[in-house]
């Protein structure tokens, strides 16, 4: 238990740099860096349980995964509410258009769906009906790199560290399903 | 005895405050006022005070549209310039070394007198005057910059462009050792040398104006030291910066830009909020500083100068 608490308060860091450098220090563009930082977060986060369980058979983090998911969604809600309520300005006429019109958005909409699922079906009444389903993660995987490198104006090589993760991600699993590699 | 007498009004040695503490003492004030405020208005008033001292002389703007100014800071500490990096806030720490001086230009291509002129010769050769301007980036986000500078049209007449010279061309800096994108072997932003392009009555008109100050004080590099264009009309990435070539040419040249991306960004990129950029709606903006957005103008509020050298244009397909 005491494990768990220390996991979240490292998994609500990113929250609290976030709010520091929004309301103690300057930031030149705050939509823009909310973005970043919770999109940048919630990625990496869909990577690490991914990761946990990919390598559960080596490292048995499993007890941990639940957690470090939903944060995962938690980010992504943030990031939702940046969009809907900030960048929007709670225009729900003009977010429902946007979406439909720019691929870029709605990449990032359907990937939210999917977290929400995940995140709704993740409670332990309901997450033995519905875990075979979130194999879906690993559309999430790919619709929020996608999403994420679309964001830029050009690649730099952050991103391209995000997509590299994401292939070997992407590899990996291709792997270990085709029992090439055993792990 | 020899001794010097104090007389009744000297105040005994030890009631005189520190003169380095004197000196301070706006400061310790306004840092306790601010402190009483909120420790986010010490920061505020922090980063809007510091302005380097001017060290230009020119003529000052009026600024009748009472434009509100972004900060020195602001406008010195976001900016996009790929050859130092694609990351907006590492390029101020990363450009401080960059040397700015000696900086030659060479002006040539379909003109009667082609040069070559050092930065210091052509600072001297026109009058400086303040732009305050707003500024529209193509990503969404804007400020409003008081520029020192010329206007570009007193150096085109300077060096009289023939009859068959129909755009400008300009190139920035290509120099690995000083700018680190440029040095990359691989995972570069752009193809470099970074070259931006107008239509003769584009480079003719009043608002085209070649900034080599801000705030009074010459360019910080990383705001495109020494010499730069700004196009307050156009998307930001036009006003290209730290300019070495100016080539007057016969067809249209393309821009890095356009080059990179052809379907997002064109040879105008006029600012328009009715012609969005593929990825993001450009109907309204972030201005630096702000939690919220403002609308996007039309020519970003140049209309009534601009709008007439369009007409007849399909601005949705010449984006």
Known sequence: MNKQLYLVLVLLLPLVYLLYMLFVTEVEDPIKYIYSITGATALTLLYLTTSISMLKRAVNFIKYRRTVGWFSFFYACLHMLNFVILDMELDLALA?????????IYLGNIAFLILLFMAITSQKSLFSKFYKYHKVIYVAILLTSIHFVMAQKALSVDQW?????????????FLQRSKILNI | MNYIKSK???????????????NERRKFLKLGAALAVSTAGVMDLAAKEFVPSPNLEYLKEPNLQKLTLNSYEQISSYNNFYEFSTNKKDVKPLAQNFKSAPWRITIDGLVERPIQIDMEKLMKKFPLEERIYRFRCVEGWSMVVPWVGFELSHLIKHVKPLSGAKYVRFVTLYDPEQFPDQKRSSFVALEYPYIEALRMDEAMNPLAFMA?????HTLPPQNGAPIRLTLPWKYGFKSIKSIVRITFTDSQPL????????????F????NPHVDHPRWSQARERVLGKFLKQNTLMFNGYENDVAHMYKGMDLRKLF
């Open chain 1, 96 to 104: 429902i258009e946007e979406t439909l019109e720019k691929p870029f």
């Open chain 1, 161 to 173: 560290i995000y997509l590299l993760i994401m292939g070997i991600i992407v590899i990996f699993k």
């Open chain 2, 8 to 22: 009744d009004w000297e105040l005994p040695e030890n009631f005189v405050t520190d003169e380095r503490l004197f």
């Open chain 2, 212 to 216: 080599t100050g801000l705030y009074g």
């Open chain 2, 255 to 266: 821009n890095t830009w356009q080059k990179m991306a052809p379907k997002e960004y064109g």
């Open chain 2, 268 to 271: 105008y990129a006029n600012v």
